[in-house]
């Protein structure tokens, strides 16, 4: 697989091959049309399909272009909103459905893995929630009543960590959480999909919804898919213009993982207790194996380390685009990872991805608001896409085949919630304050201060440019404004992308749309 959705490589892509797919060339019609080809649409998808609906996904990049491929794939229903949270937002009830259909995802995972047999390295583990001081392991302990107020009484506090090193605090012990790798998964899955009549259509992006009893989707080469019912799992909705980025809001995450001595680390999940938090999870050392010319070194790092884990190690978040200096944030994590894992060895990987955070910390599943009842979204994955996504497949396919579902109220994206308006405020405010870059200066004068591979923004005029610097040295300017709403773009030397900092579009060096809720490029420099 190649890089689609930015310059870092993340451990999932390599020697991963999905189904052959094509790009639509032709005006097609179908029972449901699905957009986006990532796990929340495929899992979508295919389970439709097992109801006997004739389904057609359509895919602006390849299968798993997008975020899917930048996760570190946990699987737990151990929600870093936490429960104390939960329950004051949503209640007992709301927590414990929460708690509830995350650990029904985990299982639906594991039953697909099962019955199409593949082979994605599934594996039951436990999770464990670590306090640094002593302000956090009285959080624990507030976190442990919470749990037990919802009914999930195996959690347990543990005097000890597993690992030493990360604390000599208590934590919380959770049963039952997974991990496994979710590219082999969603190859085995679109390849399901496909044998029970499904399509695929990649490298199609969509530019048109048109929405009421049928509902068509036009592609930016005038090709259309008509259907009775339209699924948007896009990350970030595409369809939708407004209301929904108002309430979640874009970061992005950062991930490095190098080798350890297998056996050193316990196969669990681990979260610390800050703001941002870090995540961390083992991969076998057998599934790193590459064998690419661009990764030659790390294959060869890899492909030897045959008694070595890897350890994937997340964090060090922050708004989309609102950071001059992400690389900082690799640092940071790294330096993290060694200070807590001192036999962690030379680092192998580095990537980074986009989570969308709902102000109230579920995700938003189910119709659309605004628009036809035919029309279901699935975003605001909140650090939870794996389980998020299934969920969003067994809920979104519970309501087409109008069946009743329990979690329906709770994820409904329609849902205001007067207990979390705060930090709906906080996050408003907080785009309506990068309005002011249009009256600031640029970072350059001349386009020539940009350097090679780097990219920087000029003020032209009453304008704004984006200038970018390819290796070779040649210069590529187009508008700053971004084809959304309007926010001036910033430079992202990890991903090499111009990002959005206030509902997080993505383009990349030639301002080419690579992530929503943006559908158009970036216009030609004046």
Sequence with gaps: MKRESGATLPVWVENIQMPATTPLRDNITCDVCVVGAGLAGMTTAYLLAKEGKHVVVVEAKKIAGGETSRTTAHLANALDDRFTELVRLFGV??????????????????????????????????????????????????????????????????????????????????????????????????????????QIFTETKIVRFDTGPVVTVVSEEDFAVSANQLVVATNSPVSNMFSMHTKQAPYRTYVVAAAVPRGVVPDNLYWDMQDPYHYVRLLHGSSTDADTDNDKDRTEQTSTAAGTDLLIVGGADHKTGQEEHPEKHLADLERWMRLKF?????????????????????????????DSKNVYIATGDSGHGMTHATIAGMLITDLIMGRPNPWE??????????????????????????????????????????????????????????????????????????????????????????????????????????????????????
């Design 93 to 198: 009830e709301g927590a414990r459905l929460a708690a509830q259909s995350h650990g029904k995802a985990i299982d639906k995972i594991e039953e697909i893995a099962k019955d199409l047999n593949i082979d994605c390295e599934f594996k039951r583990i436990d999770g464990y929630l670590f306090a640094n001081n002593r302000e956090e392991e009285e959080e624990l302990t507030q976190e442990l009543e919470a749990l037990q107020k919802i009914g999930w009484l195996d959690v347990v506090l543990r005097k000890k960590c597993p690992v030493d090193t990360l604390t000599a605090l208590p934590c919380l012990q959770f049963p039952n959480q997974a991990r496994f790798h979710v590219l082999k998964y969603l190859a085995g899955v679109s390849a399901a999909f496909l044998e029970a009549g499904g």
């Design 342 to 370: 001192p036999m962690a060895g030379e680092l192998q990987y580095s990537w980074s991805g986009q989570v969308l955070e709902p102000v109230d910390g579920l995700a938003f599943i189910g119709r659309n608001p605004g």
């Design 409 to 526: 109220k709770l994820y409904d994206p329609a849902r205001t919630n007067l207990k979390s308006s705060g930090e709906f405020l906080k996050e408003n405010l907080n785009v309506a304050a990068q309005f002011k870059d249009y009256v600031t200066g640029g970072e350059v004068d001349d386009p020539a201060h940009v350097m090679p591979g780097t990219g920087k923004i000029m003020r032209k005029g009453m304008s704004k440019v984006a200038v970018y610097c390819d290796e070779q040295g040649v210069q590529h300017q187009c508008s700053a404004v971004c084809t959304h709403m309007g926010c001036i773009v910033n430079w992202n030397n990890v991903e090499r992308s111009w990002d959005c900092p206030c509902h997080g579009s993505r383009f990349d060096p030639y301002g080419r749309v690579i992530t929503g809720p943006a559908t158009k490029d970036l216009d030609k420099a004046e």
